[in-house]
């Protein structure tokens, strides 16, 4: 609660009050980061922000089409969706790191691949393994030890594997979307 003098006519004199007025329910932001998603049509980068957003979606956030500004656990996240095509375009907007997302169902696309030597230059930390609500089997463990290994070969080749990177398996069809936050927000 804060304090503010409110003038006011009692019998015709005026006199200064002082009232309480409750703050805004401001939320509390203690760091901020960007974040570009990037991959191939249809592997769910919109289906993942609209979760994003409906589960940690910071209020009152203004943002255009393609992002969403969220709030998790005191940082503020902006992400946005990114299309292969934007690489060579150059109209990439600016983040301070990067995601590819690949859908255990494709893998690693050709036209993924291709984006590769041009992705090298921004800054990945890691690959969001989506749609993996599509595996039911107990076998489906090795399936994507085998699929990661594969796509960290292909990023080798680029140098794209640093010391922080790292593969985060989920769905966007999980509406508590916490381990990727966790991630984002890692420093
Ligand atoms: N099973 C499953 N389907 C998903 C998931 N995420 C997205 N989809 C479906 O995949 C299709 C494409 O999803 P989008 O989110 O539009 O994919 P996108 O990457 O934004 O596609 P573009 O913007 O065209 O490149 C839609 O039919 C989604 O419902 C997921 O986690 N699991
Ligand atoms: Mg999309």
Redesign the pocket.
Known sequence: MSLFKRKSKVNGNSEEKLQKIPHQNKPSVARSVSVCLL??????????IHTLERFAGFPGASHPEDSCVLLWKDVQITVW?T?LCQLKEGTVPHADFWYF?VGVDDGMTADLYQVLEDAAALPFRGVFM?????LSFIEDTEFIEDLKLEIEGYLEEYDIITEKFTFIQ????NVEITDFLDDIIRQ
């Open positions: 991959g191939a049509e249809g592997v769910g980068k919109s289906t993942l969706e299309h997302i989506s749609k993996s609500d599509c989920g769905s966007a069809y």
